[in-house]
């Protein structure tokens, strides 16, 4: 068990996002055949609260993507061992679980619930989560189930709202794996790499490998990755959350 430090940002103003993608600077262009492939990445993604008798809770995760939204609670089956997390919503509090067994802990330092006296407006509590989070944790096995829960600001002790997280079969991680590793800090590489895995449909990796802590910073790359963020977890009528 383990406490760090910050990691995802409310709705798509991503100017707060720290931790990865250097020189993240959104960029307004992007080619329409882009567009179409990433609809499917913009499909809804919630984590909700598993329990019926709680107040309503749902939040926008982006990786690892969700595959199976309608479970009880929601499953993402992760495509590299060393998953990237990523939620839109600013967070107070990470935990992932095997089982009942708490094996890490993201949250904030004793007694700081609250931005300090003469903070400016709008500014966040410490050890506020923003932005993606590098996985803490040895790799996922194979068929491993982890549990991946998620606490919004401003919300009580124990709201939270959950994720089953459950590793790809065998060969499927190590392809995965091996891919991410291969890719070095070449943009170009990185963004084929992407865009291959949408044309097979592999939304997972394609996911995966967007929003992998490890990615470099590029302007093709930060467009993909806002354009994804911008349609993710909107409801019926297109509006964003």
């Known amino acids: 068990m383990s406490d760090h430090g910050p990691g995802p940002e409310r709705g798509p103003s991503l100017g707060r996002c ?6 993240w600077r959104p960029h307004r262009s992007l080619a329409l055949g882009w567009l179409a492939l990433l609809l499917p990445l913009g499909l809804p993604a919630l984590a909700s609260r598993p329990d019926p008798a709680g107040a309503a809770l749902s939040l926008c995760v982006i990786t690892p993507r969700i595959t199976d939204p309608g479970g009880r609670p929601p499953a993402a089956l992760v495509a590299v061992s060393r998953p990237t997390l990523f939620v839109v919503e600013p967070l107070i509090e990470l935990q992932i679980l095997e ?4 094996l890490w802990r993201q949250g904030p330092p004793a007694g700081s619930a609250r931005p300090p006296a003469g903070a400016p407006f709008g500014s966040l509590p410490a050890g506020t ?4 989070v590098p996985w803490p944790l040895a790799p996922i096995r194979p068929g491993q189930a982890l549990t991946l829960r998620l ?19 065998a060969g499927q991680l190590a392809r995965g794996d091996a891919l991410l590793a291969g890719l070095g800090r070449d943009p170009h590489r990185w963004r084929l790499a992407v865009e ?16 992998a802590f490890e990615g470099p910073g590029a ?5 993909l990755r806002l354009t994804v963020i911008r349609r993710s977890c909107q409801p019926a009528d297109g509006t964003p959350r």
Not at 99 to 102: E, K
Not at 129 to 132: A, K, N, V, Y
Not at 219 to 223: G, I, K, N, P, R
């Open 196 to 211: 291959a895995a949408m044309e097979r449909g592999d939304l997972p990796l394609a996911s995966a490998l967007l929003f």
């Open 151 to 169: 606490r919004p600001l401003e919300s009580g002790a124990t709201a939270f709202a959950v994720v089953r997280l459950i590793g790809s079969p």
């Open 99 to 102: 089982g009942n067994r708490l």
């Open 219 to 223: 302007a093709d790359l930060d467009a």
């Open 18 to 23: 720290k931790g990865a993608w250097p020189g």
């Open 129 to 132: 989560i923003e932005g993606p």
